[in-house]
Protein backbone atom coordinates (compact mmCIF):
# COMPACT_ATOMS: atom_id res chain seq x y z
CA UNK A 1 0.00 0.00 0.00
CA UNK A 2 1.64 3.22 -0.99
CA UNK A 3 0.58 6.69 1.08
CA UNK A 4 1.95 9.91 -1.20
CA UNK A 5 0.33 13.61 -1.57
CA UNK A 6 1.18 16.19 1.37
CA UNK A 7 3.13 14.11 3.46
CA UNK A 8 6.53 14.66 5.36
CA UNK A 9 7.80 11.16 5.96
CA UNK A 10 8.89 8.84 2.73
CA UNK A 11 10.34 5.71 2.12
CA UNK A 12 10.66 5.25 -1.62
CA UNK A 13 11.04 8.06 -3.41
CA UNK A 14 8.21 10.74 -2.55
CA UNK A 15 5.99 7.92 -1.24
CA UNK A 16 5.27 5.80 1.89
CA UNK A 17 5.61 2.21 1.12
CA UNK A 18 3.90 -0.35 3.30
CA UNK A 19 3.61 -3.83 3.02
CA UNK A 20 1.66 -6.18 5.50
CA UNK A 21 4.26 -6.67 8.10
CA UNK A 22 4.63 -2.79 8.35
CA UNK A 23 1.52 -2.06 9.04
CA UNK A 24 0.88 -4.57 11.74
CA UNK A 25 3.92 -3.21 13.19
CA UNK A 26 2.27 0.10 13.72
CA UNK A 27 -0.25 -1.92 16.17
CA UNK A 28 -3.65 -2.99 15.40
CA UNK A 29 -6.93 -2.21 16.97
CA UNK A 30 -10.48 -4.46 16.27
CA UNK A 31 -13.68 -3.11 15.67
CA UNK A 32 -16.71 -5.60 15.76
CA UNK A 33 -19.90 -4.21 13.36
CA UNK A 34 -22.19 -4.72 11.08
CA UNK A 35 -21.39 -3.62 7.37
CA UNK A 36 -23.84 -3.55 4.33
CA UNK A 37 -20.74 -6.20 2.43
CA UNK A 38 -21.09 -8.92 5.22
CA UNK A 39 -24.15 -11.05 6.63
CA UNK A 40 -24.24 -10.13 10.16
CA UNK A 41 -21.65 -8.47 12.80
CA UNK A 42 -17.81 -8.64 11.78
CA UNK A 43 -14.97 -8.81 13.73
CA UNK A 44 -12.28 -6.19 11.45
CA UNK A 45 -8.67 -5.96 12.90
CA UNK A 46 -6.00 -3.09 11.21
CA UNK A 47 -3.87 -0.27 12.21
CA UNK A 48 -5.74 3.19 12.86
CA UNK A 49 -6.13 5.62 10.06
CA UNK A 50 -5.27 8.41 12.42
CA UNK A 51 -2.26 7.01 13.62
CA UNK A 52 -0.63 5.72 9.46
CA UNK A 53 -1.12 9.86 8.81
CA UNK A 54 1.01 10.85 11.70
CA UNK A 55 3.28 8.46 11.34
CA UNK A 56 3.90 10.12 7.75
CA UNK A 57 3.24 13.21 8.85
CA UNK A 58 0.31 14.16 6.56
CA UNK A 59 -0.23 17.77 5.93
CA UNK A 60 -3.64 17.87 4.49
CA UNK A 61 -7.17 17.79 5.11
CA UNK A 62 -8.44 14.64 3.26
CA UNK A 63 -7.11 11.56 1.81
CA UNK A 64 -8.12 9.85 -1.65
CA UNK A 65 -8.42 6.32 -1.68
CA UNK A 66 -7.71 4.80 -4.60
CA UNK A 67 -8.73 0.52 -4.98
CA UNK A 68 -7.45 -2.44 -7.03
CA UNK A 69 -10.02 -1.58 -9.07
CA UNK A 70 -9.84 1.98 -9.75
CA UNK A 71 -12.53 2.89 -7.06
CA UNK A 72 -11.90 6.38 -5.42
CA UNK A 73 -13.32 8.01 -2.62
CA UNK A 74 -12.29 11.03 -0.64
CA UNK A 75 -12.22 11.15 3.23
CA UNK A 76 -11.53 13.59 5.70
CA UNK A 77 -8.82 13.02 7.54
CA UNK A 78 -10.93 14.45 10.94
CA UNK A 79 -12.83 10.84 10.24
CA UNK A 80 -10.02 9.17 11.20
CA UNK A 81 -9.81 10.02 14.90
CA UNK A 82 -12.88 11.48 15.01
CA UNK A 83 -14.82 7.70 14.73
CA UNK A 84 -11.58 5.83 15.23
CA UNK A 85 -11.46 4.27 11.50
CA UNK A 86 -8.91 1.99 10.72
CA UNK A 87 -7.62 -0.12 7.79
CA UNK A 88 -8.27 -3.57 8.33
CA UNK A 89 -6.43 -6.33 7.32
CA UNK A 90 -7.61 -9.06 8.96
CA UNK A 91 -12.08 -10.19 9.21
CA UNK A 92 -12.96 -12.44 11.56
CA UNK A 93 -9.17 -13.46 12.66
CA UNK A 94 -8.74 -14.03 8.91
CA UNK A 95 -6.69 -12.07 6.44
CA UNK A 96 -8.66 -10.99 3.56
CA UNK A 97 -7.84 -11.78 0.11
CA UNK A 98 -8.93 -9.64 -2.89
CA UNK A 99 -11.95 -11.89 -3.50
CA UNK A 100 -13.27 -11.17 0.42
CA UNK A 101 -12.91 -7.39 -0.02
CA UNK A 102 -8.46 -7.20 1.00
CA UNK A 103 -6.31 -7.05 1.27
CA UNK A 104 -7.03 -3.72 2.61
CA UNK A 105 -10.41 -2.09 4.00
CA UNK A 106 -11.17 1.20 5.47
CA UNK A 107 -13.49 0.04 8.14
CA UNK A 108 -15.92 2.64 9.83
CA UNK A 109 -17.22 1.49 13.21
CA UNK A 110 -20.90 1.85 11.60
CA UNK A 111 -23.03 0.49 15.24
CA UNK A 112 -20.84 2.79 17.19
CA UNK A 113 -23.52 6.27 15.91
CA UNK A 114 -26.43 6.63 13.46
CA UNK A 115 -25.09 8.30 11.84
CA UNK A 116 -22.32 6.27 9.98
CA UNK A 117 -24.71 3.63 9.08
CA UNK A 118 -25.49 6.29 6.19
CA UNK A 119 -24.52 6.14 2.26
CA UNK A 120 -22.26 8.91 2.53
CA UNK A 121 -20.17 6.67 5.14
CA UNK A 122 -20.72 3.51 3.59
CA UNK A 123 -19.04 5.28 0.22
CA UNK A 124 -15.81 5.75 2.06
CA UNK A 125 -15.35 2.66 3.19
CA UNK A 126 -13.08 1.45 0.32
CA UNK A 127 -12.10 -2.01 0.53
CA UNK A 128 -8.94 -3.48 -1.55
CA UNK A 129 -7.41 -0.50 -0.82
CA UNK A 130 -3.96 -0.10 -3.03
CA UNK A 131 -3.26 3.70 -2.94
CA UNK A 132 -3.73 6.75 -0.37
CA UNK A 133 -3.34 10.39 -1.42
CA UNK A 134 -3.60 12.99 1.05
CA UNK A 135 -4.36 16.53 -0.23
Excluded at 44 to 72: H, I, K, P, W
Aim: proline share 4%; glycine share 8%; no cysteine.
Amino acid sequence: MTISGAIKVTNIGAEAVFDRDMLEAQGTETVITKTPWFDGVSEFSGVRLDRLMELVGAQGQAVTATALNDYVTTIPIEDFSRYRVILALKRDGKYMSVREKGPLFIIYPFDSDPALRTQVYFGRAAWQVAKLAVE
